[in-house]
């Protein structure tokens, strides 16, 4: 109860404060700049056309700009809340873990209007994303002619220490365009996007054992090449009703390497018992296509209206890896009997049909919405490992080679009902979703079938006694499904004694959403949430001393009771300040249902404060401070330690403002990513991201044509799956 209490008295504190700040703002009149972020009872956005350290970025790093956003391991969370899922113009990203941030990457921030952070998506929206949702929207031209839009950029990373494999030549370049026309029925977009550059990644393991210490550290030397490109088209074939389509195409490479290093110590004598070294090629090769169809159909002028989506995505990568792994004496000399040697080759192929109607229908007494959508997946994938002799032949390894195919088919209708009664409004939705998935190990000769019928509703009400405040509460109920790649029971190695694999078993997990919030002014927003995960997954390392093998598998086993206080204050203090600062305070409790593994609970506390200085009258010249800490929270299962991030950045636009001019220096301390430790079989495991978030960003901007933009809000219909794809 002690949680609880707390997050009463600081709701209480906000009350005080709002009070407070009303008082003070009557004293003085300020004539406030626009707003980077505007946060209110069902939605906060954040403007990346004024972000200061956005500009010349990339989606990705547009994400992480915005209040509460937190970006680790592939995973994008709402600070204190959880997870959330990923769109773009309403449609879910069909990828996830590094494949996602590798597309996020190779999306120029200067093709994004805004970021929208939907804290409780209605029964419209799909179910998938536990803590909501975040919506990429892109620009549109809106005036009458043409607009083009270039930029172009160059990155450079700052590591430490500098000087990695030999090299300290980690940088990028970027090239970017699109190109839109308008006439008074045609409205038609291309872009090109261009990227490559090279980088590191990576990640270290510890496992505290009795009589043996284990690290196991993975670096991997990455060169990069993207080429993505969107075009769409609309026309308007009445006053009533207009067709449109879309394509979206790239292909995405990262040739590399990894450095595995494994050693083994005793803790006693703290020398080295033994260590083993991997070396390991890669060569990824990523293929998206994506077809949209779409028309609108108004059926008169009272807001009675059709729309239709279909969807077609395919997602196909390659992947063709030299693996080689050696062992060490204590001494340092080599163990001519720990020699391993693979030759690997994978692929997996994603394709989706979607098919999807949403109609409204207003009336005196309330505005209805319904719809469904039939969904239809097909994802194979295979991993063939050869093992090596000393002569280069190749012999096929089937313990740890895998072919799998896996289908899933949803068939969903929702209802919704929205009242407007004088300072009261009300939204009541319920969806419905029938899975049938079947998966298919041609290895193992597993078959893995599972049928589920679930149901999400969802409640908002909102009491507006004013124009200046309005209190809410907010229900929803959330799906979580796995991604396709941990479904598969493929084998992913990392070194001759550990490896990744997936569970044809996995579940997906189910998460309730509840929150009241007070806005007031646009100014202060306060909001009181709780919310319970059941069923949740998540990878766990699994290790054998006896064998020295360690292994990484997701598992069903975790519930989750999370609830605190976000407090959201934007003080408009004066004409060349753009303030925002959010504090949120949460209490976290994960029970295991596994005896091998142990709950945690604790506390969590994140700050943050994003703030654009204004240096001149006409506000062409800009400069931006923006840090965030986050302290020792429960993720998961797990814990983690203190991490925090501090962004610089400077503007400049001239010649009429056609032409921009940034520079950004990103993560400056070289301090954003945690350190998670989880306890199993009573052994402490700790895992560390490599701090490799630091660098130099210079970008160039340049317009003409028409000025005027307004954001794309297409609805397109295969929005969940795209974000499972791996």
Known sequence: MKPLLLCLALMMLHFHLRAQIDTNLKEIEIKAVKSTVKNNSDKLIYDVATSVTAMGSDALNALSKVPGVKISDGQVGIAGKGNVRVMINDRLVQLSGIELTRYLKSIPAGQISRIELIKNPGANYDAEGNAGLINIITKKSSQQGYAVNLQTSGKRWFHNPAKVYGTRNFQGLNAAGDISYNSEKLTARASVNLD???????FRTDFSYPKQIWMQSDTGDYKYRMLNYEAGLDYKISTKTSIGFSYTGGKNIYDGNDHVNNTFTNPGTALRDS???AFATYYPVARINAVNLHSIINFDTSGRKLILNADYFNHYRTDVSDFESNSFKSDGSPDPSGRTRFYDTNKQQIRIYTFKADASIPTHFAQFDFGGKLSFIDNYSNAFYYYKTAQDELIFNPGLSNEFDYTENTQSLYASMNIDHQQWKYKIGLRSELTQTKGYSHVLKQNTINNYFKLFPSVSINYQPTAEQSLSFNFGRRINRPT???????KSLYTAYSYGQGNPFLQPEYNNNFELLHSYKNILSSSLFFNMTENGFSNVILADANTNIVYTTPLNFIKTYRYGISE?????LASWLDNNNQVTFSYTQAKSKLSNIEGVNGFGLYLATNNNIFL???KTLAAAVNFWYQFPEVDRISRTNAYYKLDLGLKAAILKKKVDLALTLNDLFLSSAPVITTTVNNIRQKFTNFQMNRYALLSLSYRFGNSGA?????????????????
Request: charged letters at 30%.
């Open 196 to 202: 490559r550059g090279r980088l590191l990644e990576g």
């Open 568 to 572: 959201n204050l934007s003080l408009p």
């Open 710 to 726: 307004k954001s794309s809000d297409k609805n397109t219909g295969n929005a969940e799956e795209r974000s499972r794809a791996r």
């Open 616 to 618: 001149n009258q006409e």
């Open 275 to 277: 260590s083993i070294k």
């Open 484 to 490: 396709f790649w941990n479904l598969n029971p493929y």
